[in-house]
């Protein structure tokens, strides 16, 4: 337990600029004003040097970590800088969170599916007519095929096109005009922006809301997450902390890019606000570690957070449940395990930690930062970073925050 540690404060792990933001728990530093070594072998003080070595090394100009551990807060960290000339990172500050933002897309199913108004193996079509052909194989697609990238359709043509992002019927019309990769449930492929365009366009169609405004009044706004947003909105400024793309470290073999985007094509796309305020499900949530981190503690509690019941736990348990399971040729460069919405734990090497118990579900932002939950160990934990790096070199960073902070729960 990270509690058994004690109550250790972040004094004396500040900033580059020698300023103290975030805490890693209540009371303060063991040797404050004393003589006592700074120096602190285990517990949270260790997650809190492992955040500020990322910083020092220059993976990334700035950065957020937060851990819950069976339901409270135990570490909440902010430092560096939001840009490589910018301000200070504060709690508060927002990053673009790429695909750590489908989990949140699925939530809204989940929520739909909590309330009764949908079935996970409902067909896509009950709901979405248009979306294929009548007696075709894509017709049989169900909603746990798009949960769990089994939907057939990894890519469509608006995929390329940012311009049109912020266009339902553009998205809509290329959706279904796309063709099957492979039938419904044959296999599983990583649909990088298709998982997000199916899930909002259901949810249009079942509730009547935008995706953006479903998941802000239905899933944010009900656990106090009032940093983040799918889409930067309009009435609010950008102020977005500034992606970089960093060179790969010298080593055998070229990088291969990240789901098709090398870092610096990533960065210089991302950084666009006219992409920032598109509403991209699968792709541009916009927020903080902290949102996210309590995201997941109320998934890893059950559905449930400080008194606020999001979902049944029934519901929890069939989302975070196993669906698919596919080598590297599933499109992200490492084997995958899918859940409805999540990518799950249990291969090797994993972004999770390095091992990681099977049951561990989250999802990675590319490039870029992290989020997932432990039920094993009650943990709740999420990392951003505004450092984009090539697959290899973000998986090891994130393995080791993610792994440094499972350990010293234990």
């Known amino acids: 337990m990270l509690s058994a540690v004690g109550t250790a404060g972040i004094a004396g792990l500040t900033g580059k600029g020698g ?9 303060d530093e063991p040797g404050a004003g004393s003589d006592e070594p700074a120096i602190v072998p285990d517990g949270v003080e260790r ?26 807060l135990v570490a909440d960290l902010a430092d560096g800088v939001d840009g490589p000339d910018g301000d200070e990172v504060t709690d508060d500050s927002r990053f673009l969170l790429f695909s750590c933002t489908k989990p949140y897309a699925a939530a809204c199913l989940h ?18 007519p248009e979306y294929a052909e009548s007696g075709s194989p894509k017709a049989e697609t169900t909603i746990r095929h798009v949960l769990s990238h089994q939907a057939g359709i990894p890519a469509v043509d608006v995929d390329e096109t940012p311009e049109l992002w912020d266009d ?39 509730d009547g809301r935008r995706i953006d405004r479903f998941a802000r009044e239905e899933v944010f706004e009900p656990l106090g997450m009032d940093r983040t947003h799918i889409g930067l909105p309009e009435d609010e400024p950008d102020d977005v902390a500034t992606l970089v793309g960093f060179e790969p470290f010298d080593r055998v073999g070229e990088p291969e890019p990240i789901v098709g985007y090398t870092t610096e094509e990533a960065a210089a796309e991302f950084n666009r606000e006219d992409v920032q305020r598109s509403v991209v499900p699968g792709a541009t949530g916009v927020g903080t570690a902290g949102d996210l981190a309590r995201f997941y503690a109320c998934y890893v509690n059950g559905g449930e957070l400080e008194g606020t019941r999001l979902l049944e736990t029934e519901t ?28 799950l734990g249990g291969t090797v090497p994993d972004r999770h930690g390095v091992p990681d118990p099977a049951a561990t579900y989250g999802h990675a932002g590319l490039g870029s930062s992290i989020s997932w939950a432990d039920p094993e160990d009650g943990l709740a934990f999420a990392y951003v970073t505004n450092g984009i790096r090539d697959a290899y070199e973000h998986d090891v960073r994130m393995a080791t925050m993610g792994e440094t902070a499972r350990a010293e729960s234990r």
Do not use: K, M, N
């Not at 079935?119 to 009950?126: C, I, L, P, T």
């Open 316 to 343: 929890v348990d069939e989302a975070a449940a196993p669906q698919a399971e596919v080598g590297p040729e599933g499109g992200v460069g490492t084997a995958q395990r899918y859940g409805l919405g999540f990518q």
């Open 19 to 27: 300023a103290t933001r975030g805490s890693l728990a209540r009371g």
């Open 168 to 206: 339902p019927r553009e998205i809509d019309c290329a959706v279904e005009e796309a063709d099957l990769a492979f039938e419904p449930g044959e296999t599983a492929q990583y649909h990088v922006f298709s998982f997000g365009w199916i899930i909002a366009g259901l949810v249009r169609r079942i």
């Open 111 to 128: 929520v739909l599916a909590d309330h009764g108004e949908i079935g996970f193996d409902d067909r896509v079509v009950d709901y979405w």
């Open 47 to 72: 997650i809190g040097r492992t955040f500020e070595y990322h910083l020092e090394l220059g993976l990334h100009h700035g950065a957020q970590l937060s851990v819950w551990e069976d339901g409270e």
